[in-house]
């Protein structure tokens, strides 16, 4: 059982994973994730179950914190309904395809799944620091480039539980050419459209290991209540700060906090393999 604290450090994280959302259009995961491995593996949860557990709850929260952040882009005149529905719906097929194979299969041990994040974080990080932000947004993309990265982001959603926005942000402004604002508000309305259908599944299946009274199919609402509540705040907060800071600034503000989940990943690694 979790305590008075832990709830209370749920929605402190919470509240930090939403303004992530918001402000880099990456649905919340990648504080969602480091925080429910912690409170999951100190409820019990072990190994494959608990990295189906950490995938389904990541993403069940990242519902609302992307929505949220999408519905913020909208009110705010940022929204672009075509590019979303372009990259969204091949990326939902990809995505609930592999959610199914994970979530019936004990093939994806908590070992390979850090590996996995560890090495898509540091792809990532490479990408942001070495290249320049696009200034010039709104520039023409094929629909195809959009179908491409919305498929490659369904997967990386269902391996990594991030939602898909560490790969759709770099894709849209390095590859697409779009600005780093426009790119946020697609992936923001991306995000929420993968989490909405490996939701379902996953709030409809079989529970892996029961561990809680408030447990439905692989979703712990024990512990991700307190983080969507705060996500009713901090998400349009965080789209609303974006709106008003330099695309060079939200760069780097993404680049620096990858690397330090990644640092964090890392040190469990060589701890796991007894090298530390």
Request: hydrophobic share 50%; charged share 10%.
């Amino acid at each position: 059982m979790l305590e008075l604290s832990d709830y209370i450090l749920l929605a402190l994280f919470g509240s930090f994973g939403a303004f992530l959302s918001g402000f880099l259009g990456v649905g919340g995961g990648l504080v969602y994730i480091p925080v429910l491995d912690y409170f999951l593996s100190k409820m019990g949860l072990k190994n494959d179950v608990l990295v189906k557990a950490i995938l389904a709850n990541s993403l069940f929260t990242i519902i609302f914190s992307g929505s949220l952040a999408s519905y913020k882009q909208y009110k705010m005149g940022n929204f672009y309904p075509k590019e979303i529905l372009k990259t969204a719906l091949p990326g939902m097929m990809s995505a609930l395809v592999l959610t199914y194979f994970i979530q019936t299969g004990n093939w994806y041990s908590k070992q390979v799944f850090n590996y996995v994040f560890a090495l898509m974080l540091f792809i990532i990080i490479i990408r942001m620091f070495a290249k320049k932000p696009v200034l010039i947004g709104e520039q023409h993309a094929p629909t195809w480039k959009y179908q491409t990265t919305g498929f490659f982001a369904g997967l990386i959603t269902a391996f990594s539980g991030l939602g898909g926005g560490v790969v759709m942000t770099p894709l849209f402004t390095d590859w697409m050419k779009q600005s780093i604002k426009k790119a946020s508000s697609i992936s923001n309305g991306v995000i929420p459209m993968f989490a909405i259908v490996m939701g379902i599944f996953n709030l409809s299946g079989p529970a892996s290991q029961k561990i809680s009274n408030y447990q439905y199919g692989n979703i712990y609402f024990e512990v991700i209540f307190p983080m969507i509540l705060a996500t009713f705040f901090f998400a349009p907060l965080g789209v609303k700060m974006a709106q008003k800071t330099s695309p060079k600034i939200i760069r780097i503000v993404f680049a620096c906090f990858v690397s330090g989940v990644l640092l964090k990943l890392i040190f469990e690694i060589l701890r796991n393999l007894n090298v530390i």
